[in-house]
DNA sequence: GTGCGACGATTTTAG
DNA sequence: ATCGTCGCAC
């Protein structure tokens, strides 16, 4: 067969991971060397060349975008849909594993999937019903704490207690958490995963069969994995399958939530795979790759690879200095201007940032100019309020036992049915083994409530009721629209917030209308024997849908450098470079987590392709007051002949004469003190304002230390 | 049971 | 500054 076609366009390395043999790989691929286009044709050459049947492949991603992608590019390529293939996220193809054996899984077959908005909500519950005190037991603390150890792959039982207060009573939280989600079909995300394996791991049979039928795994951005995530890869891999992963452990930027690079070495170590780098760079300047590769090698550890490319060097990398972080975003959209005038288009330029909050201001000066814009992050569109509420009916409707859904909706609109009703309800439910609308209709009948109160709850119930008979073979689209209009979700909100608020929550609910309508169930979930509304609403779950409504504008993209991974732009912007805020100040004092925040550094610069600019303030507001910083260790670590400054001489403390400095008595930035337990120091950096500035000080001896500097003992030296 | 003012925390986020 | 949660008054 001819095979030129999966061949033509690839380099050497990228052909060597293509063509690979019989044994398992590791594709080492660098930003922006093609590592998407690997997979696909590497999935095409097993299909074409290897004669694999496509059910015989599983391929693996975190999202749910790159696993769109990768199912358009293979069938494109293949010239066929790829049904039968396992293209997926590891949650939706557990999700899809459980559904067929939720029985043997211990979950009932109606099983519900919990979103992070709901799990808080239940957890926060539980803590006061456990009495204990939500400021000791922050419930967002303990959703991290449950979550963290189900990502490692630990139940109640399975945790060390060293501590019998704190620790021990989170324990004890997660263990009811878990009881309550098994008594009523809750999945959360961990969980999905979590259950999986527990499957494969106490089913034999079930194990074998799976490792039977996928003879090879691909694995997408694995430096992303997590433990929970690769004892899965390890399970279904067995001894005999073949395992082809692809990574880049200089990408990995999700420590934080449970991810180990550790797993890239680990899986090295476990399996031997054949290695290969793919370094040769398609995206962006050579200025830009070399200074790139030059920060991120301030790491140690690394697995070791270098980004190349046959293009041309570029213009250099422009490193602005601003006196404010208003001045800041006025240079970036003046050059953005620029870019626009000279025949480009708007969305070819990105901002990235540290945190959300800075975002604002560039919103700011992109609306004065007139530019259009998209800011990625905040809300999607499933975890909208009212297309929560609205789906929390549906859910009811559709399965009256859903407590979540109850508990969310029961009193949305206001109808009477307050803290103290509900209270009464979750003791009924809780001490027959009822569900909560169960309760709900027996204390009705045995008119066990208040008569205001009985009166409230004898109309939801009708509501609900009526709802049900009434949609019961009712299409979707219809369904949603029906009990949107029942429940006067609208009148709720127009009662009770602006009415431009309210005008975006209709939208949405129209919107919402029009998804139910046009869904079509994905030919995978039908296979398992899902119906239409289960998948409907297992997608709502599982992939919480865009950022914004799709006006595909030709827009400057605004989003943070977490965000920014996996794309690129022609013109990117860093903006804030400045010590405490990237690196943020949480991430300094670990090195560890100083390493990620450089490997974040890398990301942002590699999604550059023609153009980078890295940008700090002198000066910005923080949490409501002015706060001074110096330029990023990052920004240092460039090389010189790589950049070139704009406004130079600011960039260096001692500050020049033109940086403003509050006039309020105590040691500028760059003063020289002296203090009587730590010695001469230089001050570096100052927060806030009178009374309550913090300044921090360079110890020669003592390093670097935070003083209220109405109070330090520090005398003036310079 | 509902609505408003005080109080405190405030990195990053897919499924 | 700003947002979300808590406690108190209607």
Request: charged share 25%; net charge negative.
């Amino acid at each position: 067969m001819d095979v030129s076609h999966l061949l033509d366009e690839l380099n050497e390395a990228q052909r060597e991971a293509v063509t690979a043999g019989s044994g398992h790989m590791l594709v080492l691929a660098g930003a922006g060397s093609g590592k998407t286009r690997v997979l696909v044709h590497r999935i095409a050459w097993l299909i074409q060349v290897e004669h694999v049947s496509p059910m015989g492949l599983m391929a693996v991603t975190f999202t749910n975008k790159a696993a769109g992608e990768m199912r358009g590019r293979v069938g494109k390529l293949l010239g066929i849909a790829p049904n039968g293939l396992w293209i997926g996220t590891f949650h939706g193809i557990c999700h899809r594993l459980l559904r067929l054996h939720a029985r043997e899984a211990g979950l009932p077959e109606t099983f519900q999937i919990l979103d992070s908005e709901d799990q808080y909500r239940l957890i926060r519950r539980l803590i006061r019903d456990m009495e204990f005190d939500e400021g000791e037991f922050p419930p967002r603390q303990v959703q991290g704490f449950i979550n963290h150890h189900k990502d490692e792959g630990r139940r109640p039982d399975e945790i060390e207690v060293w501590d019998q207060g704190f620790q021990a009573s989170q324990v004890e939280i997660y263990r009811h958490y878990q009881a309550a989600c098994e008594r009523t079909g809750l999945v959360d995300f961990a969980e999905l995963l979590l259950r999986t394996v527990e499957l494969l791991r106490d089913r034999p049979e079930r194990l074998a069969h799976y490792r039977q039928r996928f003879g090879h795994l691909l694995i997408d951005e694995f430096q992303d994995t997590n433990t929970l995530q690769y004892a899965l890869v390890r399970l279904l891999a067995g001894d005999d399958n073949r395992l082809f992963v692809v990574g880049d452990d200089d990408q990995s930027i999700y420590g934080w939530r449970g991810a180990r690079v550790e797993n890239v070495q680990h899986y090295a170590r476990d399996f031997s795979p054949l290695v290969v780098r793919l370094e040769q760079n398609y995206r962006s300047t050579g200025t830009i790759l070399e200074a790139a590769n030059r920060v991120i090698d301030h790491n140690d550890d690394r697995m070791g690879k270098n980004l190349w490319t046959e293009g041309e060097p570029g213009e250099p990398i422009r490193v602005f200095a601003a006196y404010n972080a208003e001045d800041e975003a006025d240079f970036i959209i003046g050059r953005i201007e620029d870019w626009i005038r000279a025949g480009r288009k708007p969305s070819e330029a990105a901002v990235l940032y540290r945190s959300n909050a800075q975002s604002r201001l560039f919103e700011q000066a992109l609306l004065r100019a007139d530019i259009p814009y998209r800011v990625y992050g905040g809300l999607r569109f499933f975890e909208r309020a009212e297309v929560k509420d609205a789906m929390a009916y549906l859910r009811l409707v559709h399965n009256r036992d859903d407590d979540s859904a109850f508990e969310r909706v029961v009193n949305v609109p206001a109808r009477g049915i307050g803290q103290r009703t509900v209270a009464e309800l979750r003791q009924a439910a809780g001490s027959r083994g009822l569900s909560l609308y169960q309760a709900a209709v027996a204390l009705c009948a045995e008119d066990a409530l208040a008569a205001r109160a009985r009166k409230a709850v004898g109309a939801f119930i009708t509501l609900i009721d009526g709802l049900a008979g009434e949609l019961t073979d009712a299409e979707l689209g219809p369904a949603m629209d029906r009990i949107i209009q029942a429940t006067d979700l609208i009148e709720h909100y127009r009662g009770r917030e602006a009415p431009d608020r309210v005008e975006a929550r209709e939208e949405n609910l129209t919107e919402l209308v029009r998804a139910a309508e046009t869904f079509s169930q994905p030919f995978e979930d039908e296979q398992a024997g899902l119906s239409p509304l289960a998948s409907f609403l297992a997608q709502a779950a599982l992939e919480a849908g865009e950022h914004q409504a799709e006006h595909w504008q030709d827009c400057v993209q605004l989003m943070t450098l977490h965000s920014a991974k996996g794309l690129e732009f022609p013109l990117v912007f860093m903006a804030g470079m400045e010590e405490g805020l990237f690196p943020h100040s949480r991430s300094v004092e670990e090195p560890g987590r100083l390493a990620e925040e450089r490997r974040l550094c890398y990301v942002g610069m590699t999604r550059a392709m023609e153009l980078l600019y890295m940008s700090f303030a002198e000066s910005r507001q923080l949490h409501g007051q002015t706060s001074f910083s110096r330029p990023s260790r990052f920004v240092g670590e460039l090389p010189e002949h790589l950049t070139e400054s704009i406004r130079p001489g600011l960039t260096t403390r001692p500050a020049g004469p033109t940086s403003p400095q509050p006039e309020d008595g105590l040691p500028p930035l760059g003063a020289q003190v002296r203090h009587p337990s730590f010695g001469d120091g230089t001050v570096v950096e100052r927060e806030g304002q009178g009374a309550n500035t913090r300044i921090q000080v360079h110890f020669e001896q003592a390093g670097p230390k935070w003083l209220i500097a109405g109070y330090a003992p520090l005398e003036r030296l310079s």
